[in-house]
């Protein structure tokens, strides 16, 4: 029986489980994919790096795993989170190590980046400053710094909240703490901050941070000087309640893109029946757009999985509209609506005949919301049905939307303003529907393009 939940063109291991996006590099032309991974089942455990690789960003091959705790070595307890950098002409993971929370390197050998070895002096950062009490100290993000190297970790003060941690070292082993990049209020921003990516975007310096208990990835942007930064600017990476720990790489073309781990929304019985768990986001481009907001889209290479198409409109809306002659679980969308006089517009997704499951993506005008709603995307008891919302303001009067559809993934780009992304799960072969309307008033159509999306496995077709 296929898998009717598992996505064809997000990214995930042939089986297990995967969480959060490590060691994001572009070498020698291809882009590697490290991810914490449990090799032997579909729930956290005793975290290793899966590994895959891709020449064009969007077909990938699966490569054996990068990095196994070591039995007695620092890792022992596992390999969590970190990056890649290219250390004088070698790729090189920092990662950390567990338990307790310590920082580690591993350096590749060859072109293909298939053979590691931990550094001999692992740890090369064994532990917080003396003195100072954090609640985590973890997931590191390097890069250089005129003759430096610089690091960030994820970390927290207790009964203060979240913080980022600054280093910097000659040599990528000695390390000296220079003190907080930043710090934040628990009751904002949570007591830790998990994934800490710092990196410079048009101009400003960008910091996004996974802060816990929160489930959720946020951005700051503002201004870096004197070993500080200040924010001027914050919102949420996406507001779906599905993408958390994202990490972002510079590649060649010196695009920031962004991955983040789309967390499952089903209980871990359901996982573990299915012999998977955890998918990756689509890869996405960074832009700062004027008001100092990060701004994600879908990186353009997606559009070589794009095959038969259907178009509708120009054509009025209000009410519903039935959108017929797609694949309902595998496509992508794009649309563009004059808002007119209706004060909303609703999208719905797998939906069955008779309307028993369907997922609604909803903007309410007045409100300035985008919201999603599964209460009932599937008759399974296993769904978890919490609605997730955000702000999502349009100055003029049209929006354009790009929703990609696949499977139990869905991805929402709302203009260039809001990212919506959840995971939904139906039970009936024929919740395949699609349907459009405008809300409290009349809108236009005046646009919309939909394509069935080709699997992006080539040599291997996991079922
Ligand atoms: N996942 C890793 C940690 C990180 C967390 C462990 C975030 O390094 O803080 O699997 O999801």
Redesign the pocket.
């Known amino acids: 029986m296929p898998d009717a939940h598992r996505p064809r063109y997000h990214f995930l291991p042939p089986c297990h489980w995967m969480?959060?996006p490590n060691g994001l590099i572009h070498w020698q032309g291809r882009y590697h994919l490290f991810y914490?991974h449990n090799p032997f089942g579909a729930w956290?455990g005793k975290?290793h790096w899966g590994h895959a690789v891709s020449a064009d960003l969007v077909h990938w091959q699966h490569l054996p795993l990068a990095l196994a705790p070591t039995p007695g070595g620092p890792d022992q307890e596992?390999c969590?989170?970190?990056c890649a950098v290219d250390w004088a002409g070698t790729p090189t993971l920092v990662?950390?190590g567990?338990r307790p929370?310590v920082q580690c390197l591993a350096t590749g050998e060859g072109d293909d980046l298939l053979i590691w070895h931990k550094h001999p002096r692992n740890p090369v950062i064994a532990g917080p400053p003396p003195g100072l009490e954090v609640t985590?100290f973890?997931?590191p993000c390097v890069w250089r710094e005129g003759q430096e190297w610089r690091l960030v970790l994820?970390s927290g003060f207790p009964g203060q909240g979240g913080a980022a941690l600054l280093y910097r070292s000659p040599n990528l082993l000695d390390w000296e703490y220079l003190g907080p990049l930043c710090e934040g209020e628990a009751s904002r921003t949570g007591y830790n901050w998990?994934?800490p990516n710092f990196f410079s975007l048009g101009g400003r310096h960008v910091l996004i941070i996974?802060p816990?208990p929160l489930g959720k990835a946020m951005y700051m942007t503002g201004d870096y000087a004197a070993n500080r930064f200040a924010p001027s600017a914050e919102g949420d990476v996406d507001i779906g309640g599905s993408l958390?720990?994202p990490q972002v790489m510079a590649d060649a073309r010196g695009r920031r893109l962004l991955w983040g781990?789309l967390r499952e929304g089903r209980s871990r019985e359901a996982c573990e029946e299915a012999g998977w768990a955890g998918v990756m986001s689509l890869p996405r481009v960074l832009t700062l757009l004027p008001d100092g907001c990060l701004s994600a889209q879908p990186a353009p290479e997606l559009q070589t999985l794009r095959r038969r198409s259907v178009r509708w409109g120009p054509r009025p809306l209000a009410g519903w509209v039935p959108l017929e002659g797609l694949p309902g679980d595998g496509l992508e969308l794009r649309m563009t609506i004059a808002l007119g006089s209706a004060e909303g517009i609703a999208l719905i997704v797998r939906r069955s005949p008779g309307g028993e499951e369907e997922t609604r993506f909803i903007y309410d005008r007045n409100a300035d919301i985008l919201r999603c709603d599964r209460s009932r995307a599937s008759l399974s008891p296993h769904q978890d049905r919490t609605p997730y919302e955000g702000h999502y303001s349009v100055a003029g009067d049209r929006i354009t939307w790009r929703l990609f559809l696949d499977a139990s993934v869905v991805e929402l780009y709302a203009d260039s303003l809001t990212c919506l992304t959840t995971r939904i799960y139906p039970e009936r072969p024929d919740s395949l529907g699609l349907a459009l309307a405008a809300i409290g008033g009349e809108a236009r159509l005046e646009s919309l393009e939909a394509w069935e999306m080709a699997p992006i496995w080539r040599a291997e077709t996991p079922s």
Do not use: F, I, K, L
């Open positions: 969480n959060d914490q956290w975290m596992g969590w989170s970190g990662y950390t567990v929370e985590g973890r997931d994820g998990e994934c996974s816990q958390y720990a781990w």
